[in-house]
């Protein structure tokens, strides 16, 4: 990039940029080789003055490429969420199809190392929802390329990237601990709960969503190797819903036990209710949590094959849902009222008290914004069932109020619970969205 | 162990062969008149520039001596070795196997870099045909699974002549500052594909002498290399220099007098942190190639 010669065509012009777009949109039409590539690049010196590694130099490639890399930004990919807003995206983002979560702890207690991390992840951030290759070291024969590659030419696919800390992030090693919000801690345990520490907490975690499995990974596992020295994998998940390919009037989503989820789910559309039931403001803890919101995380294995040997009935009475319709027992639509009074000629409760749609709907008062994956890892060795389930999220202004207030009715009395259990448990603050300029979390630390 | 390995010179080839088309399509320009900083010329390799590539003289020299120290102690550790084992003494021949193997991790990626001589010093069983299998590992079932030292006569006789053999042929073996570069890197791949997943020593379970040596040899060489990377990026030679220490303090709790623990006493904990230190290594090291310019 620090080419100051004009006639030559430098590693950062269009016509080389453009070669994500040959195969697709044809930016240009006009092909780069990539004998051509090499050409350029060994007259521009690409690399020498900006290659390395660690946070710093990502940095610093990527901000001597941003200008001309926006261009081809602005050319195409109209499936690019923005990654910078008022508030992150990833969680009134409609679900895109898959899912690659991943929670991470700090090897450092250097909190300048971790506002470096975050640094370099915003400018990575930046490239992987907009379907950029990450840093501009990625044609030097001597060097391994910034980006790993495999989502090079294909579209950002609706990637969002949300990042969130753990309460362990708050708990002195950073020098952090009166920033902790006062509900801010690991949930109570409650009550089937069969946690497994492999999947539980995490200092850090970055959820990646996008239409493209590949795109997904591809995120994670540059974010992951970019917070090397800084930060290591603690745990990992991959979730899928059903694509919207498959069902492209986007119905509501069904698990993997076969019915609808997340019909109860509050608008996102609107706007008072997300700040009612999502979005932390003034008045509710530190400042630095204005505009953002609470993430649950928990794993839950379901009892996949002992679910299959139940009655339609037995089901349908479990969830309070019919299973073709979604809609509540007695009713014809899903979106028709969940009316938990009614009763039949016997006086008998239609829709059963002890229904997960009845206890999760409880009085109505409560409420949080759902947005789960189904997840699916292969076969359990020990018995030789299929080891799959439902890695549910939720987002919510108050973990304690609303997410753990629920939770209790539900584990203590949910018919479902005969069908499934909790290996898994997290809580994440995702921070306020990110500015143009700044950077991820940055309202924590300064 | 690795047998397939990147032709250096083939690399650093290319690379003068396209910047050089590069000269000639743009007006005249010279590969070199494009680098705009003195930094940039003084570290490039790259086309006509002929004095750059002797700024890496000196450090290839000390390499080459240091490579050639420990191919004489390899050999000299070897034959004690091979001595025990030929004289039966089961016992000695197993507390001289590890030690001696440091001496040749330290420097592998050279030995890989001269033919047959890694498969046939280094080959674990199934790497090879089972007739050609030979060489350490050979030996390491024999002492450790069959427990005895017998039938491992003729086998240690020749693994004495193939460290001979290397030890004679790095004298005049090709080492450029490329092969110092991918060098590096490779000692650290070597631990994290076999070390760290304690396939390497699968009978005697010493992996932890050999995760030693490749990070020691790899460390011989970034201070090999500091100097010219201190004036291409200080941050990133400050940057290794720092994992460096740190996976070295993650590995002092394992040694033992002069040696190291069983890797079969790491706990699944240890054995991930280790890894993850590695990696946080390996991954600012692979970026020293940056002085060898584009």
Not at chain 2, 194 to 207: I, L, N
Request: proline content about 4%.
């Amino acid at each position: 990039m620090k080419d100051k010669n004009p006639s030559n065509p430098g590693p950062s012009s269009p016509e080389l940029n453009s070669k994500e777009n040959d195969s697709s949109t044809g930016f240009t039409g006009k092909k780069v080789s990539r004998r051509d590539m090499l050409r350029l690049t060994g007259v521009g010196g690409l690399g020498l003055l900006l290659g390395g590694g660690g946070i710093g130099s990502i940095i610093a490639a990527r901000s001597a490429a941003a200008p001309n890399r926006a261009v081809q930004a602005s050319a195409a990919l109209a499936d690019s969420i923005p990654f910078f807003g008022e508030h992150q995206a990833g969680i009134l983002t409609p679900a895109q199809n898959f899912l690659c979560f991943a929670a991470f702890d700090l090897t450092t207690t250097n909190l300048s190392d971790v506002k470096k991390l975050f640094q370099a992840w915003t400018t990575t951030a930046a490239s992987l929802t907009s379907g950029q290759l990450i840093g501009n070291v990625n044609d030097n024969p001597n060097l391994p390329p910034t980006d790993t590659g495999e989502a090079d030419g294909l579209s950002p696919s609706r990637c969002t990237l949300t990042f969130g800390v753990g309460p362990s992030f708050f708990d002195g090693r950073l020098g952090l601990g009166s920033q902790r919000p006062a509900s801010f801690q690991d949930l109570p345990v409650f009550t089937g709960d069969n946690l497994e520490p492999q999947w539980c907490g995490g200092d850090l975690c970055v959820q990646a969503c996008a239409d493209d499995m590949q795109v997904a990974f591809h995120a994670i596992r540059n974010l992951a190797r970019i917070a090397r020295g800084t930060a290591v994998l603690r745990w990992t998940q991959e979730g899928f819903q059903r694509s919207s390919g498959a069902d492209p009037k986007g119905a509501t989503p069904r698990n993997l036990l076969g019915f609808k989820d997340g019909t109860g789910n509050p608008d996102v559309t609107d706007r008072k209710e997300m700040d009612t039931v999502v979005w932390n403001n003034s008045g509710d803890g530190p400042s630095w949590m204005n505009g953002g919101t609470y993430m649950a995380v928990r794993r839950v294995m379901l009892r996949i094959e002992v679910w299959d040997r139940s009655n339609l009935s037995d089901q349908e009475a479990t969830f309070g849902r019919h299973r073709q319709t979604g809609a509540p027992i007695g009713a014809k639509d899903e979106f028709d009222d969940l009316d938990l009074k009614a009763t039949d000629a016997s006086g008998k409760l239609i829709i059963p008290e002890n229904s997960h749609s009845a206890l999760a709907h409880g009085d109505g008062t409560v409420k949080m914004l759902r947005r789960s994956y189904s997840y699916s890892s292969g076969m359990n060795l020990k018995t030789g069932q299929l080891d799959a389930g439902l890695l549910f999220i939720s987002f919510q202004r108050d973990l304690v109020k609303q997410f753990v207030s629920i939770q209790q009715r539900l584990s203590k009395i949910d018919k479902l619970n005969e069908y499934m259990t909790h290996t898994g448990s997290a809580v994440f603050a995702c921070f306020p969205g990110t500015r143009k300029g700044g950077y991820i979390g940055q309202s924590l630390l300064g | 162990m690795k047998f397939s390995y990147v032709v250096p010179v083939g690399l650093l080839a290319a690379s003068i062969l396209f910047a050089g088309c590069g000269s000639n399509e743009n007006n005249g320009n010279t590969a070199s008149d494009s680098n705009t900083t003195a930094d940039a010329q003084v570290a490039t390799t790259a086309p006509g520039t002929t004095e750059a590539a002797a700024d890496f003289t000196a450090a290839i020299d000390k390499y080459r001596t240091y490579v050639i120290e420990q191919c004489d102690a390899f050999v000299k550790e070897t034959e004690n070795f091979i001595n025990a084992v030929k004289e039966g003494k089961l016992e000695e021949a197993k507390a001289l196997y590890a030690p001696a193997r440091m001496y040749y991790e330290r420097i592998e990626p050279i030995a890989e870099a001269l033919g047959d001589l890694d498969p046939n010093i280094d080959a674990r069983e199934n790497d090879v045909d089972a007739t050609e299998w030979r060489g350490f590992h050979r030996i390491e079932k024999s002492l450790w699974v069959e427990k005895t030292t017998k039938g491992m006569e003729t086998t240690a006789d020749i693994l004495l002549k193939d460290a001979q053999l290397l030890r004679a042929k790095v004298e005049t073996a090709d080492i450029d500052a490329n092969l110092l570069v991918t060098g590096a890197v490779e000692l650290l791949n070597e631990v994290s594909s076999s070390k760290v997943t304690g396939e390497e020593e699968r009978y005697s379970h010493t992996d932890l002498y050999d995760f030693v040596a490749n990070v020691e040899g790899a460390e011989k060489i970034y201070e090999l290399l500091k100097p010219e990377l201190a004036k291409i990026d200080p941050t990133l030679e400050q940057t290794i220099g720092e994992r460096f220490a740190a996976l070295k303090t993650e590995l002092a709790p394992f040694k033992v007098g002069e040696g190291y623990v069983s890797y079969e006493e790491l706990k699944e904990e240890e054995v991930r942190k280790l890894s993850q230190s590695l990696d946080a290594l390996a991954e600012p090291l692979s970026n020293m190639g940056t002085i060898l310019g584009v």
